[in-house]
């Protein structure tokens, strides 16, 4: 079974610029999670997908950030302007909620480093 | 609200002493509770996981008892090993909106 496919790798921009990270789940994956980590931190829910409707973007800088998960399959998320403190891990994970303990499978992350 | 609380780290260990990571939770409804695994410089694993009270999960020589009566879900491991170095994640699963809760890990440091 394939994982959850994040990319890019790594990123390093300059504050002020935009990025766009793009996060391909597991086939079949209804829930879709997009999470912040900073280092030394426990990952911060972005926004959590259901299909291609949104279950939770309380967290989410919506005066700089951005998520859309078309056809309720893949999903990009952006950053316009990007600001220093963004420098973080962005992990994407999936899952699929057919019952309880489902748990979510994690992509090797995008380090997005913003100088 | 619902939360996962872990013991702070760092924890350093000597190879083959027996580890205790301490999780508490407090959440609505049932939650699955899970431990999750992150090596350096790479994303995160699912460790072992439980759905229901009294559970056992166990995977690598890590087990973990899901105690409703407590609220907790430690971690424990009779042997560690250098290779056991990591930060390990607790956390709950709630089963009304799938929304993961996590703690804010502990770093486990194995010395030879």
Known sequence: EAGVAQSPRYKIIEKRQSVAFWCNPISGHATLYWYQQILGQGPKLLIQFQNNGVVDDSQLPKDRFSAERLKGVDSTLKIQPAKLEDSAVYLCASSSPAGLGTEAFFGQGTRLTVV | ?112
């Open chain 2, 1 to 112: 609200g619902d939360s996962v609380t872990q013991m702070e780290g760092p924890v350093t260990l000597s190879e083959e002493a027996f580890l205790t990571i301490n999780c508490t939770y407090t959440a609505t409804g049932y939650p699955s509770l899970f431990w999750y695994v992150q090596y350096p410089g790479e994303g995160l694993q699912l460790l072992l996981k439980a759905t229901k009270a009294d559970d056992k999960g166990s995977n690598k020589g890590f087990e973990a008892t899901y105690r409703k009566e407590t609220t907790s879900f430690h971690l424990e491991k009779g042997s560690v090993q250098v290779s056991d170095s990591a930060v390990y994640f607790c956390a709950l699963l709630m089963d009304s909106n799938y929304q993961l809760i996590w703690g804010a890990g502990t770093k486990l440091i194995i010395k030879p």
